[in-house]
């Protein structure tokens, strides 16, 4: 029993850290199964389906029901007199209802291409909604990592004000002593003052970023929550572009060579069958003035063999749209090897940053210590202190602001290239 107790409390454990945690991949995923623009995949598959089943429909038998009432101003005639016989003319007034059914046997491949091209624009579709979500991603990587360098920074600051505090007391204890000056310890009062209101503006700005962040991915973030810094990191950078808006120009050149081919079937022959069940006056007797059923059965081809160029104007055109695909192909590819080159060169400076920055807060640590012991000892005053522990707490602050740097320059690296 008290081994079931105990797996439950670890369960219980392990759901509420999860709870408690949330990571870059895990914000992005949601924000873009949450943003409303995602509503349209669905909307996109069905209009597809729809178009799809019409196509589908091409072979099937098309009825039609068709009426018809006509007076004519002369009909046809018998030109022959034949003594003692009278032959009836027509009566100009005619009437014809005709039930008609016609199959397409053969079209020379065109619902089968057009099927094709439903199938391709489907995906190019959905590539290029898939295209403007992923836009988000760069949204989320600014509010996310904003959190952490304002969570970060209050860090900081609450530890420089208890630092402050516990020199407070000392100094206050010299001031009663009389070894101290009482505006050294009204100076620290001040700046522990001005600590509250960094840190008052710094809970604001988490606060509103928790708030944006908890909109995109729709679920309430509690402030206690803990962003985790992403732990992937770019090793060998490259500028291989893997982004979705390449695979969208290469479904949109898809399309265009399904099109060009779709023109060629327009151009084959094809055969149909039809039947037609009718009444009317005349029937097929165009010599009978009386009102008579009939049908008749058979088969036609239709094959175009001059259109005037039509179909070769319009593979131009195909032609032309392909071009300016490639070049804005080539223009995307650009602008994002741009853009890597400058997230490279953020990773590549932040990695300097940082190698500086431990020099530098390891040359103002020691200056503070000495700082804090001249004060102690009256030698300086604590507007000299506060100068010198203010300078080591903002190494502190670039040291820890200029980590998170890195990890933003590196995901955003990885965003840019589509490879996060």
């Not at 995949?41 to 039609?64: C, M, V």
């Not at 969208?248 to 779709?262: P, T």
């Not at 890597?340 to 932040?350: F, G, H, S, T, V």
């Amino acid at each position: 029993m008290k081994k079931y107790i105990l797996l439950l409390l670890l369960i219980y454990c392990k759901m509420s850290f999860s709870q408690d945690t949330l990571t870059l991949d895990i914000c992005q995923k949601k924000a873009m199964e949450n943003y409303p623009l995602i509503k349209q995949k669905d909307l996109i598959n069905k209009a597809s389906e729809i178009r799809l089943f019409n196509i589908g429909k091409t072979y099937l038998p098309q009825l039609s029901l068709n009426g018809q009432a006509t007076y004519q101003s002369a009909v046809t005639e018998i030109p022959i007199n034949i003594p003692g016989i009278k032959i009836p003319s027509l009566y100009q007034d005619q009437y014809k209802a005709t039930f008609d059914v016609t199959e397409i046997i053969y079209d020379g491949g065109l619902t089968s291409k057009q099927k094709n091209l439903e199938k391709i624009s489907l995906q190019s579709d959905l590539q290029s909604l898939e295209t403007e979500l992923y836009k988000i991603k760069d949204k989320i990587n600014i509010i996310y990592f904003s959190i952490i360098a304002l969570q970060e920074n209050e860090k900081l600051l609450l530890v420089l004000k208890q630092d402050i505090k516990n020199k407070l007391k000392k100094v206050e204890s010299g001031v009663t002593n009389g070894t101290l000056l009482e505006s050294n310890a009204d100076v620290l009062k001040a700046e522990i003052i001005k600590i509250d209101e960094q840190i008052l503006e710094l809970e604001s700005g988490i606060s509103s970023g928790f708030k944006m962040l908890g909109d995109y991915i729709n679920q309430d973030i509690p402030e206690t929550v803990v962003l985790k810094l992403p732990e992937n990191f770019v090793n060998a950078p490259d500028y291989v572009n893997t982004r979705p808006e390449i695979k969208a120009f290469e479904l949109q050149q898809q399309k265009l060579d399904v099109s060009k081919s779709l023109l060629n079937c327009k151009l084959m022959p094809k055969v149909a069958g039809f039947g037609q069940l009718g009444y009317g006056r005349p029937g097929l007797n165009m010599l009978s003035n009386s009102f008579d059923s009939f049908y008749m059965v058979g088969a036609k081809v239709t094959w175009t063999i001059w259109d005037w160029n039509q179909s070769r104007n319009e593979k131009q055109l195909l032609d032309l749209q392909s071009q300016v695909i490639n070049s804005q192909k080539e223009s995307f590819n650009q602008t994002i090897k741009i853009l890597l080159e400058k997230n490279i060169a953020d990773i590549q400076k932040y990695k300097d940053l940082l190698v500086k920055d431990e020099e530098v807060l390891t040359l103002r640590g020691r200056i503070a210590k000495s700082a804090e012991s001249q004060l102690e000892n009256g030698t300086i005053t604590a507007t000299e202190y506060l100068t010198e522990l203010n300078a080591e707490a903002q190494a502190k602050i670039d040291i820890e602001t200029h980590k998170i740097q890195l990890v933003k320059a590196q995901m955003d690296y990885l965003t840019t290239k589509g490879k996060f």
